[in-house]
């Protein structure tokens, strides 16, 4: 079984992205099946089967790659107008990309990503694992500088060749994974946002 003594920077990342309000939280409580739609390249399907095999050691229910039936649909589209014109209506900044999850009681019962048609690799990649970190409970943002690696954050780069290297990683950082590991295996009770305030004043 995987054990790990979490540093104050990785507590304070999950406490930053695990919580999209004070004390509010969501997460899958049966199996993952990830489901590609549109217009889409082997790529991008290789894409996605290499991010399941790394972050499947950290989830505690099971996450699969299927071709129809699934629960976590990503939309690759062809065109950028129906994308535009969804934002337009409700008169918001188009994204790069976006998930829409279904959650009642603090569980994810299903979640759909959609990808901007113009977006290309590696920034399209870099933008999918983003938004499949949030489609599996990571549902929040943080402005914190943290010197490790992270989808979710900021980071402190060391230089421009760092910044390059980052960008194109294809694999899920370790600070998202850990983070992963603790919203899907702490017991309910324990997810308290207000329980790692005090890291506030100690890491920044």
């Known amino acids: 079984m995987f054990r790990?003594?979490?540093?104050?920077?990785?507590?304070?990342?999950?406490?930053?992205?695990?919580?999209?309000k004070q004390d509010s939280y969501a997460k899958w409580e049966h199996a993952i099946r990830i489901e590609l739609t549109g217009n889409y390249s082997f790529e991008d399907a290789l894409a996605?089967?290499?991010?399941?095999?790394?972050?499947?050691?950290?989830?505690?229910?099971?996450i699969d790659f299927v071709k129809h039936q699934g629960n976590l649909k990503i939309n690759f589209d062809a065109d950028t107008n129906p994308y535009h014109t969804r934002?337009?209506?409700?008169?918001?900044?188009?994204?790069?990309?976006?998930?829409?999850?279904t959650i009642k009681n603090k569980q994810i019962y299903n979640a759909a990503i959609y990808l901007h048609?113009?977006?290309?690799?590696?920034?399209?990649?870099?933008?999918l694992r983003h938004e499949l970190l949030h489609a599996l409970g990571l549902l929040g943002h943080s402005n914190?500088?943290?010197?490790?690696?992270?989808l979710l954050a900021n980071i402190i780069f060391k230089d421009l060749q760092h910044q390059q290297e980052v960008r194109?990683?294809?694999?899920?950082?370790?600070?998202?994974?850990?983070a992963?590991?603790?919203?899907?295996?702490?017991?309910?009770?324990?997810?308290k946002k207000k329980n790692y305030q005090y890291l506030y004043a100690k890491v920044i």
């Open 168 to 178: 194109e990683n294809k694999t899920i950082p370790l600070l998202d994974k850990l």
């Open 4 to 20: 790990h003594e979490y540093s104050d920077a990785e507590l304070l990342y999950f406490a930053e992205t695990a919580f999209y």
């Open 87 to 101: 934002f337009e209506m409700l008169k918001q900044k188009c994204p790069l990309g976006y998930m829409k999850p």
């Open 117 to 127: 048609p113009a977006l290309i690799y590696p920034k399209k990649h870099e933008v």
């Open 180 to 191: 992963l590991y603790k919203l899907y295996h702490s017991k309910k009770s324990g997810l």
């Open 48 to 62: 996605v089967q290499e991010i399941i095999k790394d972050i499947e050691p950290y989830l505690s229910i099971d």
């Open 144 to 150: 914190i500088s943290f010197k490790e690696e992270n």
